[in-house]
């Protein structure tokens, strides 16, 4: 890897990351020490909220920046940012949407905690912080794919989307993972290179892993795109056509932690067992 250029590394969390049903990612703990240990950046890319983020990263301290609410809301070094929708458009489209469709509609911003956390499996405290969002909206429904064509376009005429997740679909803004990556990224430089805005920013080769259609914008900015397969699913076919997409060899953080190894032995001059990231 030349030393002009570092290397950031964005991950989808539930389903890539974390495994699709118990939320664990022991089984990507070498790659997680590896990554740390070359002082890579690691940023959380989710649907999640940001407390949800938060919490976790008091918890496991994985992360140097996150990314919540696909895009909605990013945080870095104590900085917060919101680009998505104001709570109150995600309200109306909803609302909408429900009196539209022909089956009952309920979402996080709707219905209580003991429901998010029966719907997602997540212990009720855990399932308290995913239902503080501001600028996305999972619905919780049985849709029909008419029910889903409905929704889309009630959504886009409120300048929302309609984005499918490895479980949900969410309504949320324009903002897209992608984006958001870009905006962190440009954090990075400045935070990284110590320079003022009108100096040339530090950059940096991108890796990006994730395992549903909402990860596309963010896999496709990225230098080097990691797809995970799905835990429950069928074959897995490629999300996006990319010039260097790699599909992990399992789903969940054991196929995160061999994705991760075998391109970090091709982008630097270390392997899994060495601690000396040389220039």
């Not at 389903?15 to 950046?41: F, M, N, S």
């Not at 905006?183 to 805005?197: D, F, N, T, V, Y």
Request: proline share 6%; net charge negative.
């Amino acid at each position: 890897m030349p030393n002009s250029r570092a290397i950031a590394i964005f991950t989808d969390l539930d389903g890539t990351l974390l495994d699709h049903d118990t939320y664990g990612w022991d089984a990507a703990r070498p790659a997680l020490d590896r990554v740390k240990q070359l002082a890579i950046p690691l940023i959380a890319v989710s649907s999640k909220t940001l407390a949800e983020l938060e919490h976790i990263n008091q918890q496991s301290m994985l992360f140097d920046g996150l990314i919540g609410e696909n895009g909605g809301v990013i945080s870095l070094n104590g900085e917060i940012e919101q680009a998505g929708p104001s709570s109150e458009t995600i309200d109306a489209a909803r609302n909408q949407i429900r009196d539209a469709v022909s089956v009952p509609v309920g979402s996080f911003r709707t219905v209580s905690p003991e429901i998010i956390a029966s719907e997602t499996g997540l212990p009720l405290d855990d399932a308290i912080r995913a239902g503080q969002r501001h600028c996305s909206d999972p619905l919780i429904w049985q849709a029909s794919k008419q029910d889903v064509t409905t929704a889309r376009a009630i959504a886009e005429k409120w300048s929302l989307k309609l984005v499918k997740g490895g479980r949900f679909h969410t309504l949320c803004g324009p903002s897209t993972k992608g984006e958001a990556m870009k905006r962190i990224l440009q954090w990075l430089a400045l935070s990284q290179s110590g320079k003022s805005e009108t100096s040339p920013p530090k950059r940096f080769t991108t890796i990006a892993l994730g395992d549903s259609p909402n990860d596309i914008p963010m896999l496709a900015e990225a230098d080097f795109a990691i797809q995970i397969p799905t835990k429950h699913g069928a074959r897995t076919s490629p999300l996006l056509d990319h010039a260097n997409l790699r599909i992990a060899p399992a789903p969940g953080p054991a196929g995160w932690n061999a994705a991760i190894n075998d391109l970090l032995d091709q982008l630097t001059n270390t392997n899994k067992n060495s601690e000396v990231l040389h220039g």
